[in-house]
């Protein structure tokens, strides 16, 4: 392809290759404090294309191809090209990966202990992940959060932090000396503006964490916390997993094992300043 | 005659128990089934060995001292394991 970088996030490796330069450049920039693929090996390649030669010049559309594909995908206008290259990795993690059980679920990391959250989109993981990262926490990831079955340790997955809407302003606030990506107005999913995870996220991102809290945070209701049993937080988790049939057995094996030994609360809060004190709350409760 | 039921050996199925509820892998499809009691018992009693639901029934209150006494609601959990695959009707 005319354009291409690689780059790793966390234990996997990209190369992006593009008909335009533009998506290319904006992932140079953002993730430039990024390591290499290890060894130079990619594991994954991510294909941005035009759907017709032509395309590439009069309204500009950016198909999402790679190693695995997802037919009738709809192309993104180039303004949207650095959200095609983040789609198309996230992906090739969710349909291909299998070293690690994919876990649907934001992560952040203190004194080697992992706190997960995971709920439907809209629940706020992302913007809680992202705030913590701001108060102290290391971020691990926003979206995917990898079980080792072999070790039952969560490895981080710190790509750029996807903010979505309302979010993106609480996060101008709450991060002014972050690195924000350009705004993506009126993307299928809203307005969508990318933050860079800080420096402590990106240097800790191969050391892996023991998983210690896992919260199911639902937005727009009053303060609440419930337990959450373990049959119904393994059902929530294979809902949560796009890789758990593929994984098989090893996949059984790593979700019970950690639903076994992991305190699970589902949280509802009206505000985000509440979620992030009943998370300090259970976290010195029950972590 | 009543029909006999029938659980792959144990060797195939990876039961976990989770609280109330159990976590059934089944090696052979390599579906997950959550079940609650007395499933995992049924699975234990009849694995590799067929049982009419009179036979298992007994079986059930003496070994795990079940009092559910009632052949025609162990054949309907019965039948309802056949539609998952985890037990034979033979």
């Known amino acids: ?287 | 005659m009543p029909a006999r039921y029938r659980a792959p050996p144990a060797v195939s199925l990876r039961i976990v128990p989770l609280d109330a509820l159990s976590a059934v892998y089944h090696r052979a499809s390599g579906q997950t089934h959550i079940v609650a009691p007395p499933v995992p018992e049924i699975l234990e009693l009849i694995a590799d060995q067929a049982m009419t639901p009179e036979e298992l029934l007994a079986a059930l209150a003496e070994r795990f001292d079940l009092p559910d006494g009632d052949a025609a609601g162990l054949t309907a959990r019965l039948d309802e394991l056949v539609d998952t695959g985890l037990v034979e009707r033979l």
């Open chain 1, 1 to 287: 392809m005319r354009y291409a970088t690689t780059l790793r996030i966390g234990p996997v490796g990209f190369r992006i290759g593009s008909d335009w330069r533009s998506p290319v450049d904006q992932l140079r920039d953002l993730y430039r404090d990024y390591p290499q693929p290890s060894d130079g090996i990619v594991d994954f390649n991510v294909r941005l294309f035009a759907a017709r030669p032509w395309r590439r010049f009069v309204r500009p559309s950016v198909m999402i191809g790679g190693d695995f594909t997802i037919p009738d995908a709809a192309p993104l206008p180039l303004a949207q090209g650095l959200l095609a290259a983040e789609m198309g990795m996230n992906l090739q993690m969710a349909l291909a990966q299998r070293r690690y059980l994919l876990l649907h679920a934001s992560a952040v990391e203190r004194d080697g202990r992992a706190l997960l959250m995971t709920g439907e989109s809209g629940a706020g993981k992302s913007t809680l992940a992202a705030l913590l990262m701001t108060r102290g926490w290391r971020l691990m990831g926003d979206e995917f959060a990898l079980l080792d079955p072999a070790s039952g340790q969560i490895h981080a997955f710190p790509r750029l932090v996807s903010l979505k809407n309302e979010a993106i302003t609480v996060m101008e606030r709450a991060a002014p000396d972050g690195r924000f990506g350009p705004l993506l107005a009126g993307t299928p999913k809203g307005d969508i503006r990318h933050l860079v995870p800080d420096a402590a996220a990106i240097a800790a991102m191969d050391r892996p964490a023991t998983p210690a809290l896992l919260l199911f945070p639902t937005y727009g209701q009053a303060s609440d916390v419930r337990v959450v049993e373990p049959a119904e937080t393994f059902v929530r988790l294979t809902q949560a997993s796009t890789n758990y049939v593929a994984m098989g057995e090893r996949g059984f094996d790593a979700l019970t094992g950690l639903v076994a030994r992991l305190p699970v609360r589902a949280i509802d809060y009206p505000d985000t300043d509440t979620a992030l004190a009943l998370v300090e709350r259970l976290w010195g409760e029950v972590a």
